[in-house]
Structure formats: C-alpha cells, structure tokens
C-alpha cells in the first residue's frame, strides 16, 4: 500500500492530538463522504451550508483510516470506532498539511489563475507536461481556500510537476493561496469582466489577479496575456511585486510565447507558434481561439520548467473539452443526429463569446442550425444589464441562426434580439427544456451556456434524456 502521509506525519503538521489506534498512515486525503476511497484520512471541514462533523460516521463506514476533527466538537464522537486526529481547526490543520506537502516536494510548481480559461489551461498543463514525467494537479475546479490547500495536501512526494489552479471572488483571496504553492510559473490567462460586483473595475480584477505574483518562488517566472487590454497593467504590478522573469503570451508582436497561424476546425485547431524563438506546430483536440490562446501560455510554461517542448506539444492533441466547458454529444434526433456543446458550467461576457465563436465554427448538416441556447451570466453589479445587452454583437457575429433565452438578467438581450433570431425567453432554464427540445432537428448544433447558478447543468441533462445521446463528438 502506498502511503500518501504516515500518521506521525500529520500529528507533527499539524499539531494534533491523536485519539485511538492510529494506522500506520493514510493513502489519501479527502473531504467529501461520497468520493472518498477506502484507507484515506476524512477532513471534517465547516463549510457554507454543511459541517463535515456530521458525516464522520459515514466516513468510517466508507472506509476512512482516520478522520480530523475539531476539538470543540470532540464531543460528538465518544463511541466512535474510528481513530481522530483531533485539531483546534480543521482548515488550518489541512493547510499545514499543504505546507509540508510544498516543503518535502522536489517537483517544479505552475499556479494558473485568470478570469477565464484557468481550468481548460490547468488541464491543457496536465496533458502536456505528463509526456515528460509524473504530474499531480488540481482536480475539478479546486481553486478557493479550502480547494487550494486540500489540492496541496494530496500532491505525493514522488511528483516531478505540479499544476494548481486560483480563484477567486473578491481580493485578497489569491495572495494566501498563491503564498502557500509557491509556484516557480504563474500564469495569467486574462482579464475579463468576472464577479465584477464584487470590484469597482476590471483594473481592480487585475490587481486582485496579479496576487499570484506574491507567491511566486525567487528566480521565478510570471507569464501574462500580451493580446489582453490589461498587459500594461499587469506588467506594472510585476515589476512591483518584483517578478524578475516576465514572459507574455498571445499573437501581438513582442509576444514570447507567440501565435503564428491557427487553422480553426470543428474539431480543434492546428496551430503554428514560437516558443521563446523555438517554432512548434501542434494541434489541439479541443476547439476554439480560447484553447490556442492558452495553449501558448502552456507550452511557454513547460518550456520554463525545462520540460521537452517537443513532447508536450504532442499531447495537446489528446486534450478534449471537460463535462460543462465544452463536452459534446452526439444526439439522436429524427432518424439522423444534432450535436449538443454542453458550456452550462459558468459563464461571463469573455467566456459566451468564446463559446459563441466555437458553436460558429461547427459544421451544421443538411438543414441544421446553429442553437445558443444562454442563461444569466451572475455576479456583474451594476454593469450586469450592459453587459448581457452586449452580448448582442457576438451573436450577429457568430451568425447563430436561434437563439433562447432564460433568466431575469437575459431579458435585457431579449428586448433588444431581432425577433427572427429569439426562439423564446423563459424565466428559467427548466421552462426551457420542453419548447427547446421540441424544436430540434436533424442536423442542428445546439450550445447550452449560463453561469452555474442558472442550473442550465439541469437543461443539458433533459436534453440527454429526451434524445439519448449516440456518443461524445470528437473534440
């Protein structure tokens, strides 16, 4: 059995107190009682809407080695056969944890944040540089304070990289969390309108973004978006933060990281670039400009850490779109098939025109239309109305032929669509789901977007239970 931590280890990191017959130690680490695997150590951490103290028993019967708890809640579980480890917080104990995680690794440490794409590029990172050794990296979108930390937790000692992903909602939330990676790269992948109602302006994003520079370890590297209208000011905030190595990602001359040419196909996208003067063709197996864009900022990443640029271009062309940032099915629909762009995980004004650049780009068959199918984009203050006006644009540019709508904000759009291209607008993703799929047809390309409040995860699911899909589309 492969030990993720020995017991002793985590009493010393965390300063607990044991209480029963400890195991020799743990195989993993976990917080949530219905993905946890037998042998791993249980965090009964506080949440927003749950106490992980209440699911301790189901821990144990799931498996659990050990469980840490609090001490004032010690109290809960006297009978318990289940060994604790018991800590003032059980936050702080995970992040000590994460410390000593960062401490004993010997692997070379990228930290992405950005208000788009962070995701699609930890992933993109984790493709390319598994070509050249052992890579651990965030799961899911663990990207806030309790994510952060538990992701660090969990990153064995024998990783030769390291990919963790950094969010946020208001500022102050990176500089913590980029502290406790330590990164040897940060890349930001952009700036863009994202929680706007919680900053006074998207300078104000950038500043909040630019706290990963603060983590950064000496000698390292921070790498920014040349193409974005925050490349000054991202520069600026480097230089303060005393970020000695600056590169820059993008197409605009001056670019490190540089886009020669990029073939956009319904499939993903063949792409021409130099890296630090080295020139690298690759493709992608993930469609959009997005995807090209990011994958400059991943290659010029690897290239940093001395990873063979050679073979991590190569993998990029196994990388595919993730269950709801772009995960496509194949329907079957009137005897023949409609392709389905599942986007319904979040949204903000730079990601729907991105998703509305890629549903441009898929081929229609036969009679087929191109579908968006949008909901509220949440979180954008008083510049929220503009912003869904705005979206107007991109969509006569994108030359959607239908288009629904759900959502109070979404009503802003709808009053000022061309009727020809509004299908509907309902108050809600669910009373989307009958005239939506009533209205497909063979041939059609339907992309499903809206911030992840919206609960358009619910509509893409009726979507595949009234035409089962035939399978993922390629890409």
Known sequence: MNLLWTSEEMVQAMHARPVGRLPQGVTGISIDTRTIGRGEAFFAIRGERFDGHDFVTKAMHAGAALAVVSEEKLVMFGNLQLPLLVVTNVLGALENLARLARQRSQARI??????????????????????CGKVHASAASHNNHWGVPLSLARMPQSAEYGVFEIGMNHAGEITPLARLVRPHVAIITAVAPAHLGAFRSVDDIARAKAEIFAGLERGGTAIINRDDRRFRLLGELAARAKVKNLRSFGARKGADFRLQSAELLAEGSVVEASIAGQPVTYRIGAPGTHFVANSLAVLGAAATLGADLAKCALALAGVRPEKGRGERHRLRIDGGEAVLIDESYNANPASMAAALAVLAATPVAGRGRRIAVLGD?????????????????????????????????MGELARILHPSLLAGHAASAAELERPLAASLREGDVVMVKASLGSRFTALVESLLKTYPAVGKAVG
């Open 110 to 131: 990228v930290a992405v944040t950005g208000s788009v794409g962070k995701t699609s590029t930890k992933e993109m990172l984790r493709a390319a540089l598994a070509a």
């Open 377 to 409: 984009m949440l979180e954008l203050g008083r510049s929220s109305n503009r912003l869904h006006r705005a979206l107007k644009k991109p969509i006569e540019t994108a030359g959607i032929d239908r288009v629904f709508l759900a959502g109070e904000k």
